[in-house]
């Protein structure tokens, strides 16, 4: 089945202790994204990658990293969280070339940062 | 910068009303539309998508939206709603024809059906 994985999908942590939530698509897509899901925001995107060990900074990028070592995995880092983290993330992929491509995001990764 | 605005947060409905939710967006040149619902504790899905050719888009569930460049809106439409649909909308923008840049989303739409 053609999906995003994202883990955890809860975590609860406390403001410092670094973590990190993996995403892994099965599609052979180019194209990566993170996205912070907050009430009234809409979705916001953290940071994309275009392919293997091309990466860039979306709109929020504060306070977060990213690698793309491999195609299918683009796991968020947040070296030092704080409590302004606590959010819904979800990972999302899909084709690079068209901007008209569909993105598939994965089911979400609830963190609270205490 | 692109933007979109979504002005209904919050949408109360009995079943087999009919639906309109508005969608604007702030951008001159050649954009690419999406409109992505998210059902209660699951994740996006997307229903219909604008990138060219007719601007009355048909998606998934009965639902469709109508791309008028002249206003702007991509507004999703429904003519009769179930309980079902009762989840979270999202519209939102790509614009230009490459495919660096990032989907840009609205603060969304919470959609209640009631019984």
């Known amino acids: 089945e053609a999906q995003v994985t994202q883990n955890p999908r809860y975590l609860i942590t406390v403001t410092g202790k670094k973590l990190t939530v993996t995403c892994s698509q099965n599609?052979?897509?180019?194209?990566m994204s993170w996205y912070r899901q907050d009430p009234g925001l809409g979705l916001r995107q953290i940071y994309y990658s275009m392919n293997v060990e091309v990466t860039d900074k979306g709109d929020v990028p504060e306070g977060y990293k990213v690698s793309r070592k491999e195609k299918r995995n683009f796991p968020l880092i947040l070296e030092s969280p704080s409590p302004n983290q606590t959010s819904l993330y979800f990972c999302?992929?899909?084709?690079?070339?068209?901007?008209?491509?569909?993105?598939?995001f994965g089911p979400g990764t609830r963190l609270t940062v205490l | 910068a692109q933007s979109v605005s979504q002005h209904n947060h919050h949408v109360i409905l009995s079943e087999a009303a009919s639906l309109e939710l508005g969608c604007n967006y702030s951008?001159?040149?050649?954009?690419?539309l999406f409109w992505y619902v998210q059902y209660p504790g699951q994740h996006l899905q997307l229903l219909l998508k604008y990138f060219s050719g007719d601007p009355l888009v048909k998606g998934i569930k009965g639902f469709e939206a109508e791309f008028i460049k002249s206003k702007f809106s991509f507004n999703l439409r429904k003519p009769s709603v179930q309980w079902s649909d009762t989840a979270e909308y999202f519209c939102a923008v790509n614009a230009g024809s490459t495919g660096r840049r990032a989907l840009t989303f609205g603060s969304g739409t919470r959609l209640q059906v009631q019984p």
């Open positions: 599609m052979n897509h180019e194209y």
């Open positions: 999302a992929s899909r084709v690079q070339g068209q901007a008209y491509n569909e993105q598939f």
């Open positions: 951008y001159g040149g050649t954009v690419n």
